[in-house]
């Protein structure tokens, strides 16, 4: 008895030095480890979290991602707030936080009807708005030449139909603004690559429109190198079809396909609500808020399998997918909490508001990690 008494502190000091053994290789691991020389893993990055205002969030980000994007920041409201006035002051935390830790810069966005500084919208003629676009796309592009790594020059031009948007950009110069921004972010920083950014690329007629103006820009001597497909998607849709579909389209015209804006809603949309058009709001209500307090297991699971299969055809396609990013680092700063209905709980990401990775983080991470 004395042998066998002996023998089992030692099988306890094995199980707990092997659980400990997995826990520090689970704690480890990440996704921009997981997925290196498959795409670059990205996400959106608050003013606050330039600025590394809170310590563990910059740790997760430090952690898990290898590319950056700008929520908001870079957006010409902030960026170039008056005619003659540019601030650059968080731009240039942005860059220096991506150089510093040797991550993918992407710039977002250049030419946009929306979240425009009120002097841009003023903009009545031509002439004036030619001179805008020059210097404004001239001067930013120009100043991050050979630190921003790509650019979304131009976001958001299409109605869902596929016919160009109404904005000031259209009314002014016609579908002519679509070619004159990308060659001049061409010729202000020649190596940089441009993307077109949109939501709902991958529905059938708006996909077609998006082929449309890559063409047309192409046709029209334009440089554009790239696909940005946002994808503020639903746990339903869009189809596992009609995304693989995309990704063949817009990669059988030579472009690098990126998924931009990556965040999946788990509430219901009022008059089932797709996209991203920030100028929508509706009212609130119990229905439409479901989970105020916590996620239930059963929806957690349905996040987690839905993002298991939309990255099965990022892996499939990994040869046409330049870059996957989340748009935020966390469920407690997702945009969806407040889009399109104010005060709701929203848990789209792979991260919950304590930092903590959920189902769908683990489902994701496992696609690789099932293959080692």
């Not at 480890?28 to 563990?56: H, P, R, V």
């Not at 047309?216 to 696909?227: P, T, V, W």
């Not at 472009?255 to 788990?266: G, H, M, R, S, Y």
């Not at 058009?277 to 916590?294: C, H, I, L, R």
Request: hydrophobic share 40%; glycine share 6%.
């Amino acid at each position: 008895m004395k042998l066998i008494n002996n023998y089992i502190p030692l099988v306890f000091l094995f199980v707990l030095v092997s659980c400990n053994s997995q826990n520090t290789k689970s704690n480890s691991a990440s996704l921009k480890d997981n997925f290196k020389g498959d795409f670059y893993i990205g996400t959106a990055l608050s003013a606050d979290q330039i600025e590394q205002k809170d310590a563990k969030v910059d740790e997760l980000i430090r952690k898990e991602f290898n590319a950056i994007t700008a929520e908001n920041i870079m957006k010409s409201m902030f960026v170039h707030p008056l005619k003659n006035k540019y601030d650059f002051a968080m731009t240039d935390k942005f860059v220096a936080y991506g150089e510093k830790n040797k991550m993918f810069i992407h710039g977002h966005t250049l030419i946009w009807h929306s979240q425009l500084a009120p002097w841009m919208s003023e903009i009545k003629d031509s002439i004036e708005m030619k001179a805008f676009m020059k210097d404004h796309i001239t001067t930013i592009v120009s100043k991050y030449k050979g630190k921003i790594n790509s650019w979304d020059v131009v976001n958001e031009a299409l109605n869902d139909d596929g016919t160009l948007r109404k904005s000031v950009f259209l009314n002014t110069l016609g579908k002519s603004y679509l070619v004159d921004a990308f060659k001049l972010a061409a010729k202000a920083d020649p190596k940089v690559d441009l993307y077109y950014n949109d939501y709902n690329i991958c529905e059938p007629k708006k996909r077609e429109g998006a082929i449309e103006l890559v063409k047309n820009i192409k046709a029209n001597g334009g440089k554009i190198d790239g696909i940005g497909i946002q994808g503020h998607w639903r746990l339903e849709s869009p189809s596992l079809e009609e995304i693989e579909k995309s990704i063949l389209a817009y990669s059988a015209l030579g472009l690098k396909v990126a998924f931009t804006e990556l965040d999946i809603t788990v509430l219901p949309n009022p008059w089932d609500l797709k996209g991203a058009d920030v100028n929508q709001k509706f009212e609130g209500s119990a229905k439409m808020n479901p989970y105020p307090k916590t996620l239930p297991d059963s929806i957690q699971t349905k996040l987690a399998d839905r993002y298991a299969a939309i990255f099965k055809i990022f892996l499939k396609h990994k040869d046409k997918i330049s870059r996957v990013t989340f748009w935020g680092v966390h469920d407690g700063q997702s945009w969806l909490n407040d889009w399109p209905i104010k005060g709701r709980t929203n848990y789209p990401l792979l991260f919950d508001t304590k930092l903590k990775p959920k189902k769908a983080y683990i489902s994701v991470m496992q696609l690789k990690e099932n293959k080692k």
